[in-house]
């Protein structure tokens, strides 16, 4: 008789937290830009703060796009989308490879993530063009190539454009473009917990010189040993 194969504690996909899912936007983006065969000097810089120092000279091309998070907060786990869990779950414990006595776990919990991606540039013209370019390789790369999906995240979807704007920096003026994606994310915390192997329980008297009270019980754990004690 074949041996009984053990329940899968979680998807064979690898989580994604917010930093992943940029970085790998970031990558579909090199990747991209890659296929398409863009000289480095005319490559939009994708940071998550906008550069310090300038990059570019009047006559040049200055594109950044910067990336952050708009919102995050738990996601449904219903298809109607009405049950939003209110904590976290213990996905899987396993013994400790090396601490004798301790054990490895791993918690879990779904956000919903909207990303912001502001496109800017020195030229509104230049804006625009990096803005469809962008929202274009985002939206093939999620949902044609699926390439999201094998990085993490399960659910990847165009929110909004928001209003055109711009700003001034160094009396220079910047054009922006933002989009907005909602993003579905798997949050995997591994945590290292100590295990009680042996527990001693003793009664304490909870009234000096009298007998134990019988009021609800307080359970105290030794600091230097494995030893519970419960108080009457």
Not at 10 to 16: I, L
Not at 28 to 47: K, S, T
């Amino acid at each position: 008789m074949a041996a009984a194969t053990p329940p899968k504690t979680r998807s064979t996909h690898p989580a994604c937290d917010w930093r992943k899912f940029f970085d790998s936007v970031g990558e579909l983006i090199r990747l991209q830009l890659d296929a398409e065969g863009v000289a480095a000097e005319l490559r939009p810089v994708y940071v998550s703060e906008f550069p310090k120092t300038r990059e570019g000279q009047p006559d040049t091309s200055f594109d950044v796009i910067l990336w952050e998070v708009a919102r995050s907060e738990m996601a449904p786990t219903s298809n109607s989308g009405t049950r939003v869990p209110m904590g976290i779950s213990l996905r899987e414990t396993q013994p400790h490879p090396e601490k004798k006595g301790w054990q490895m776990e791993t918690w879990a919990w779904w956000e919903l993530m909207t990303a912001q991606f502001n496109i800017i540039s020195k030229f509104s013209s230049r804006a625009n063009d990096l803005t469809s370019w962008l929202h274009r390789t985002l939206m093939i790369g999620a949902h044609g190539h699926k390439f999201f999906f094998s990085r993490g995240v399960h659910y990847f979807a165009f929110r909004e454009r928001l209003s055109d704007s711009k700003l001034e920096i160094s009396g220079q003026e910047l054009y922006v473009r933002s989009l907005r994606y909602d993003v579905r994310l798997e949050i995997l915390v591994p945590y290292e917990a100590k295990t009680i192997e042996t527990l001693v329980f003793g009664v304490k008297d909870g009234l000096e010189g009298g007998a134990a009270s019988p009021e609800a019980s307080v359970f105290e754990m030794s600091a230097d040993s494995d030893t519970i004690y419960t108080r009457f």
